[in-house]
């Protein structure tokens, strides 16, 4: 077991928004998370990673309890995150963008390059963009920056919000195909990703849960 969610319940602005979803995510599976717009995906992957206020219920790290830990405290603990709406800095090159969750952990340098090296052989596209300012990537090259960002801390869990979402076939497919490449190298790590197809992931996906009006249900899956 890796990371616990139980009976997690949210509020935003005095709406209930989870109610009392529970999973576990389990290292080396991918766990796929589906559900409509407003279904509660993005909030459940921002709870777990203390950016909204919890009401109730507990997410525990391999037994350790991760409520009563700030936001800035979790990607230490080997969680990366990739956002929906990516939040690159544009001034910052492509580089920068990803080396920086290192930098902010003062990751030594000579285990930044070895990781950076590492997101480069996984995902080709990134090193071809490496000097391009963050602004400037189209909004599927920035979902792949988004992705080797989080790479640089993930050790333990990767939070994918739905990465497909606005990409085009071809850039959706080599999404794909990187993530097939990271669940075969990476086999260490939990993952969990939102979408709200089960086709675009089922190539992957050890598990699919669906979530509707904050409420999960689901199930085991095989992986193709």
Same mark, same amino acid.
């Given at each position: 077991?890796?990371?616990?969610?139980?009976?997690?319940? %949210?509020?935003?602005?005095?709406?209930?928004?989870?109610?009392?979803?529970?999973?576990?995510?389990?290292?080396?599976? =991918?766990?796929?998370?589906?559900?409509?717009?407003?279904?509660?995906?993005?909030?459940?992957?921002?709870?777990?990673?203390?950016?909204?206020? $919890?009401?109730?219920? =507990?997410?525990?790290?391999?037994?350790?309890?991760?409520?009563?830990?700030?936001?800035?405290?979790?990607?230490?603990?080997?969680?990366?995150?990739?956002?929906?709406?990516?939040?690159?800095?544009?001034?910052?090159?492509?580089?920068?963008?990803?080396?920086?969750?290192?930098?902010?952990?003062?990751?030594?340098?000579?285990?930044?390059?070895?990781?950076?090296?590492? =997101?480069?052989?996984?995902?080709?596209?990134?090193? =071809?963009?490496?000097?391009?300012?963050?602004?400037? %990537?189209?909004?599927?090259?920035?979902?792949? $920056?988004?992705?080797?960002?989080?790479?640089?801390?993930?050790?333990?869990?990767?939070?994918?919000?739905?990465?497909?979402?606005?990409?085009?076939?071809?850039?959706?497919? #080599?999404?794909?195909?990187?993530?097939?490449?990271?669940?075969?190298?990476?086999? #260490?790590?939990?993952?969990?990703?939102?979408?709200?197809?089960?086709?675009?992931?089922?190539?992957?996906?050890?598990?699919?849960?669906?979530?509707?009006?904050?409420?999960?249900?689901?199930?085991?899956?095989?992986?193709?």
């Amino acid at each position: 077991m890796m990371l616990k969610v139980d009976n997690l319940e %949210v509020e935003i602005e005095g709406v209930q928004v989870l109610r009392g979803i529970s999973f576990t995510l389990e290292s080396g599976k =991918t766990t796929v998370l589906i559900g409509r717009n407003g279904a509660g995906k993005t909030t459940t992957l921002r709870a777990i990673m203390g950016l909204l206020p $919890v009401v109730s219920g =507990t997410v525990s790290l391999a037994g350790d309890a991760l409520l009563d830990k700030p936001a800035f405290a979790r990607a230490p603990l080997g969680i990366g995150y990739a956002p929906e709406d990516r939040r690159l800095i544009a001034e910052f090159s492509v580089r920068e963008n990803i080396l920086l969750p290192a930098l902010a952990l003062n990751m030594a340098p000579a285990e930044r390059k070895r990781r950076l090296d590492e =997101t480069y052989a996984l995902i080709p596209q990134l090193e =071809t963009l490496d000097a391009r300012p963050g602004g400037s %990537v189209s909004g599927g090259q920035g979902k792949m $920056v988004a992705l080797g960002r989080a790479l640089m801390v993930a050790d333990r869990v990767l939070l994918l919000d739905e990465p497909f979402q606005g990409l085009a076939p071809a850039l959706a497919l #080599d999404y794909a195909r990187a993530l097939k490449r990271l669940k075969a190298e990476k086999r #260490d790590i939990a993952y969990m990703i939102t979408e709200s197809s089960p086709d675009l992931l089922s190539s992957v996906a050890d598990e699919t849960l669906t979530i509707e009006r904050g409420m999960v249900s689901g199930g085991t899956v095989e992986a193709i």
